[in-house]
């Protein structure tokens, strides 16, 4: 069954778009990520404009933080003003990612940007999180919880922040900086950023892991949304019959994904995970040094 | 809908006969100024949520050979060269043709090499190969414009929206003529022409212009235009109804 999708402007099968939202909502759930990372490149391969899947993508993933928030806030897991200033550089940072994705567009080289910054960004996440896995399999006995860093460089910096929730007292740059980094990939990237910013919290800020994943959910609603918002009004690429779709199936999907999750161990979803990243990677890198069938292509002419 | 489109090819083909069976009993005058008559069944192209590509019919009385061509409105169209930097295939050199039309199809009653010199063919630009395509820098290399116009002819092929339909135009009888027009699902929206063209002794006798529109309808036209005319609220809207959905689904599931 076909649909026509208003704003990406052709037509899909109804079907496919639903599995997808499911396949990725199942590993989401199971792994415990947000999914952008597939989801972008997924419609990409499949024929959605790239403009158009960055920015329905934003919108899809405000539905699925929510959802993920509300569970971690019951239990008391979000740092809310450790997530505030995460969110005023987030806001920054998006709003311009939402800037550059248009000029990019504008001057032909958006395509190319999206690529690289997932061969680079899946790249070294994956990478790393594959030997962390591979290492804990290795020495699965004497397993010593990871060290907190109590002190470093960062200690140093000032306009010092205490955060209860993450038992921290550090300077607001850190997560201001932070925040405005992953807003800008957010933008780009079509993703909520999560991969990035989860390791980013706890290596870096060192916070808890228990508040890490809700409070970093909790400010990923509102980087998408403004994502969202700035991507309908400059570049109309919006497209929410297809987001209403993805999210259907991504839903459905993430709560098979959960229970399933259970029954694993981490180290080994962290490696099938990181095997899953690498994959991803693995196939963009290749699309960006193989040669194309047709070196040229038709783009989009500025200001009509 | 299926009923109403048998019901217009009726009145097509009624119109018709009545027109050939009189051809005869008309003055000479008359006689000429109907020799070529076309119509179609519909007028309009509906883009609506089920919308996969569309096909409508055209009917027409004349006696020779016949090209019907099928333009899109025109816009500006920019192709990009990808060269190797790095190891990585990059957009490096750019062309921008001006009123290049957004479709274009091409069909006849046998190959139009048949019954038409290359000559003819070029001069009234029957084909996509002899579209009128003008970069708009009038100083560029004619070398490189070649290559960037039949790159793209070829980009427009692959995507379905330049195409050329030899011996689809069938006659019914020795004057009675249809063709079937066929919209892919990715159709530009707008006004499009339908020429159609009497040839004779390899040339163009009489030609006739129809216009027909594809535009969005329905729940697709009011996203589409919401979407354009008050963008922010379109955006906080899709905002709105995403947050909702996630909180109804935690809800759902936190009961199952």
Redesign the interface.
Known sequence: ????L??A???VNIFLILGMGGGVGFLSGLFGVGGGFLMTPLLIFIGIPPAVAVATEA??I???????V??HWRRGNVDFKMGLVLLVGGVFGSSMGVWLFAFLRDI??L??VIK?SYVVFLGTIGALMFIESARAMLRTRRKAPPKRRTHNWMHGLPFKMRFRRSRLYVSAIMPLAIGFLVGLLAAIMGVGGGFVMVPAMIYLLGMPTAVVVGTSLFQI?FVT?NV??????NT?T?D??L??LL?VGA?IGA?VGVRMGTKLRGEQLRGLLALMVLGVCTKIGYD??A??A????????VG? | MMAGTTHTVHRILAALAVLAGLQPALSPLAQAAEELVVDLSETVVAITAGFAGSELLLYGVGKGDVIVEVRGPVRDEVVHQKSRVLGVWVNEGKMTFEQVPSFYAIASNRPIYDFLSPQVLAEARFGPANLDLTPRDKDADPKEVAEYREALIRNKQRQGLYGTVQGDVTFKSSTLFRTKIRFPANVPVGTFGVDVYLIRDGKIVHDKTTLLTVRKFGIEASTYDFAHRHSLSYGVLAVLLAAVAGWLANVIFRKA
Do not use: C, K, R
């Open positions: 069954m076909q649909i026509y208003p704003i402007e052709l037509s919108n899809q405000v539905a699925s933080s929510v959802s993920g509300l569970a032909g080289h395509d190319l690289l609603i949304a969202t918002v700035l991507q309908a009004v109309q919006v929410v019959v987001a209403l999210l839903v709560q960006l040094v040669t194309p047709d070196l040229f292509s038709l783009g989009i002419v009509q």
